[in-house]
């Protein structure tokens, strides 16, 4: 499942049914990666709105690592 989020983070050009097909075969039904991708692109959005707003996170977060 983290696995699947992260690449429709990074790389979303690249998803396809095999993606859905890999959780379905771990068990995931369609509801359930209908949420997985719902979680996942909500998260991109506020990240990309805070970042083209150049809302600063909040201080005690520790920053991204580099490799991020």
């Known amino acids: 499942m983290l696995d699947f989020a992260v690449k429709l983070t990074r790389t979303p050009a690249e998803m ?28 991109n959005y506020y990240d990309r709105l805070a970042d083209g707003m150049g809302i600063d996170p909040e201080p005690e977060w520790s920053p991204r690592p580099a490799d991020w």
């Open 16 to 43: 396809s049914e095999a993606d859905v097909e890999a959780l379905r075969g771990l068990g995931f039904d369609d509801g359930t990666i209908h949420d997985i991708v719902q979680v996942a692109a909500l998260f």
